[in-house]
């Protein structure tokens, strides 16, 4: 590789270390892309980084079908200067790592990510006399365990983290839910400008008064707009009101749909769209829209 080559790559940011879940999302996300990756322990680290312009993307966890949403990145992505420029849903397959030759029965302490326990909360009931330690992310969590060399230690991570690490799977398959993703967002310093973009992410506040809410959803309802997700989030130093943070599907480009965001944007106290990108068509996104169709097939079926 010479020096075009590396000026050619696209600096990315990633949480964790390699065989984290966020870099499996990064790495189906920039598919035959070239990539430098710089990795971060913490959230707030990623995206200051992406705000300060010293990567171009980042690649963040932002919701678990399971476990919900991961509440302290939609706060970081409101409160930095940063947008969403696209999305990556991937499948989420915890296992139980340990040093090879380790039995189950030696364990007495387990480090992961806090998603990474709640998403196995089942296997954890029946483990009760073990120490959950919450660490950094899964990877980092396996990394620990070798780099300890401690028989008595595990981790929840991936079967890549397995292999990076050097770890042998001591119990696979621990999450609760067989249908578990997480969603991630990649995020940049500006706006995504492509032609192709169905989704937008915004965060909005209202009056505090009845009916504030029901006339915010009107207007998507109104307009055709399928919402597919409301996340609120509290507003410091003002107990009890809050931040709504909305996706739904629509282009900037459609005067339709920037008509109604205007006049939605009236009527709000505060009104940002924090990104216009691309929704996951890929494989996992494709399984969970057909696992969603089939449940309501079913409940027709049932009710008729
Ligand atoms: O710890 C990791 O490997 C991560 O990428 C973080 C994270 C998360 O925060 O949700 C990502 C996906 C899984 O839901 C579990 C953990």
């Known amino acids: 590789m010479d020096q075009d080559d590396y000026e050619y790559c696209i600096p990315v940011g990633c949480y964790g270390a390699p065989g984290s879940y966020s870099s499996e999302a990064m790495m189906t996300y920039f598919k035959n ?46 409160r930095n200067n940063c947008f969403i420029v696209g999305e990556q849903c991937i499948k989420i397959e915890h296992h139980l790592l340990a040093l090879p030759g380790t039995r189950l029965e030696d364990i007495r302490t387990v480090y992961s990510h806090p998603q990474g326990f709640a998403q196995c909360r089942d296997f954890f009931r029946k483990h009760t006399d073990w120490v959950q330690c919450p660490y950094f992310s899964t990877s980092q969590s396996a990394e620990r365990v070798q780099r300890e060399g401690n028989s008595t230690a595990a981790a929840v991570a991936n079967s890549m983290a397995a292999e990076l690490y050097g770890l042998q799977i001591l119990v696979p398959h621990i999450y609760t839910s067989s249908f578990n993703y997480t969603r991630f967002f990649i995020i940049a310093p500006k706006m995504n400008q492509a032609d192709h973009r169905d989704k937008i992410t915004l965060v909005l506040t209202t009056k505090h008064e009845p009916g504030a809410l029901y006339h915010v959803l009107g207007h998507f309802f109104y307009n055709g707009m399928n919402m597919t997700h409301l996340e609120s989030r509290p507003m410091e130093g003002h107990p009890f009101e809050y931040f709504f943070h909305i996706d739904v599907m629509g282009s900037l480009i459609d005067p339709g749909v920037v008509k109604t965001l205007d006049d939605l944007a009236r009527n709000c106290t505060y009104f940002k769209i924090l990104g216009n990108y691309p929704s996951d068509q890929g494989g996992a996104a494709h399984e969970i829209r057909t696992y969603r169709s089939e449940i309501r097939t079913q409940c027709v079926a049932a009710d008729p």
Do not use: K
């Open 33 to 78: 892309q070239p990539i430098t990756v710089t990795y971060y322990d913490r959230f707030e680290e990623e995206i200051q980084a992406v705000a300060a312009e010293e990567i171009q993307y980042g690649v963040i966890p932002i919701e678990n079908s399971s476990t919900g949403s991961i509440t302290e990145v939609y706060d970081l992505i409101r």
